[in-house]
């Protein structure tokens, strides 16, 4: 017993961190390989399509979450104070209007993507508000370095959405779409445990200094820009295909989704490390390079394991996650896993550029992201070509990131 103390204490937040986000990625996967195996690929295809929305959606909510952990690690006292109250508000202010927004049109979008109902939507769109203002709870704890907070948020809302959501499918007789978008919606409640609200108002906002207020507006308009053009990278295949397709093969693409991008969302448990470090060596005039080659290394060696797996064993894969239903993408599932590998790696220098003020590579990736969807758009006879789109558009998105990489390396040798 002694020695488990020991060696609990020996571990540190960012490694309990880590742990906390493989466990959540897991209990996400069996929440998603539930959905599937129970509902079958049609209905399937529908609860896929409101965690697509929700993670296009997140393109704003880890704007206002990587906005205030950085400027958590750079500002202090009373600036940070009147920080946090105005960034509280606009995070708010923000999912009223687009949780408005998604009610408003909540039947345009039944017929966009042919959903059985619209009410899936409407009750997705009353827990937008809830899940902005507890992406700016999770930057704060994010940039303090407070890993061990930031870790239980993810794990009350992986949990109860996994177990309501089960529950409810079992007990309450409503369409799987509006059950799975009700345990959503719940789940975001859970996501607020626990809160740092302490000291927090709307109404006494103070005045940031002005050489700051323009800091954080420059780095909160460009960083959305970046997360757009990553949930356009990451998520527009599944919408297209749902659009494109059959309800049977957007099912079908889905799950080879939902395995394919294992690689991605372990990638962002590097990336929610990587800004506070870099922002943090960068104050303190440290050399920031060895931080993003030791994430892209990483990074790098798990993909290459997975497409691997996937190349090896396809069938066996698709078949223990999903059901024999599935087996018939099982040929695509290397080649998926091999395009989000290409695509989890060009983020982490895109997020290690983002840390350090550059901005090019936002640029860059916003036209490549918009480069993915037109060849898809224009290329998608079967499900085999939507796959082989995306890997031509990520080879060109990382070649061009090194790229810019070794340019600025060649630049900063200069300058010294």
Not at 10 to 31: C, D, R
Not at 246 to 253: E, F, I, R, S, V
Not at 399 to 411: D, P, S
Request: glycine share 6%.
């Amino acid at each position: 017993m002694t020695a488990f103390k020991l060696v609990l204490k020996k571990i540190s937040p960012e490694q309990w961190f880590m742990g906390s986000v493989l466990l959540v990625n897991g209990g996400n996967y069996l929440y998603n390989l539930f959905l599937g195996r129970i509902l079958g690929p049609a209905a399937f295809a529908e609860a896929a399509l409101l965690v697509t929305l929700l993670l296009v959606l997140s393109f704003m909510g880890m704007t206002f979450q990587l906005a205030t952990a950085k400027f958590a690690v750079i500002f202090a006292d009373e600036e940070w104070q009147n920080f946090r109250n105005k960034i509280y508000k606009q995070a708010s202010y923000v999912g009223l209007v687009i949780g408005l927004l998604i009610l408003v049109f909540a039947k345009k979008l039944q017929i966009i993507f042919n959903t059985e109902s619209h009410w899936m939507f409407v009750v997705f769109a009353i827990g937008i508000p809830c899940y902005f203002f507890m992406s700016v709870n999770r930057g704060t704890f994010q940039g303090q370095l407070k890993f061990n907070k930031l870790s239980i948020t993810y794990q009350t809302e992986m949990w109860s959405r996994l177990l309501i959501t089960i529950a409810l499918i079992y007990l309450v007789p409503l369409q799987p779409g509006i059950l799975v978008a009700l345990g959503i919606l719940i789940s975001f409640l859970f996501g607020l445990f626990p809160s740092d609200v302490k000291g927090l108002s709307f109404k006494k906002v103070g005045e940031m200094l002005p050489e700051n207020t323009k800091k954080v507006s420059q780095f909160i308009w460009l960083t959305a820009c970046y997360e757009l053009t990553q949930i356009i990278i990451n998520n527009s295949d599944v919408l297209l295909v749902k659009h494109y397709f059959n309800a049977l093969d957007a099912g079908l693409y889905a799950s080879l989704a939902l395995i394919g991008r294992v690689v991605y969302f372990v990638a962002w448990m590097f990336v929610m490390l990587l800004l506070p470090t870099v922002v943090q060596k960068q104050k303190d005039g440290e050399p920031t390079a060895p931080i993003l080659f030791k994430y892209v290394s990483y990074i790098s060696l798990l993909s290459a394991c997975i497409v691997v797996v996937c190349y090896l064993f396809p069938d066996l894969i698709i078949t223990l996650m999903f059901g024999d239903a599935y087996i018939s993408v099982a040929g695509l599932l290397w080649q998926y896993a091999l395009a989000t590998s290409l695509f989890a790696i060009s983020n982490i220098f895109a997020y290690y550029f983002l840390s350090l003020d550059h901005y090019v590579p936002v640029i860059l990736s916003g036209l490549l992201g918009m480069s993915q969807v037109l060849l898809v758009a224009f290329f998608h006879e079967n499900l085999e070509m939507v796959v082989h789109m995306q890997i031509i558009a990520m080879t060109i998105l990382l070649v061009v990131q090194l790229i810019y990489f070794i340019n600025k390396k060649k630049i900063s040798k200069k300058i010294e």
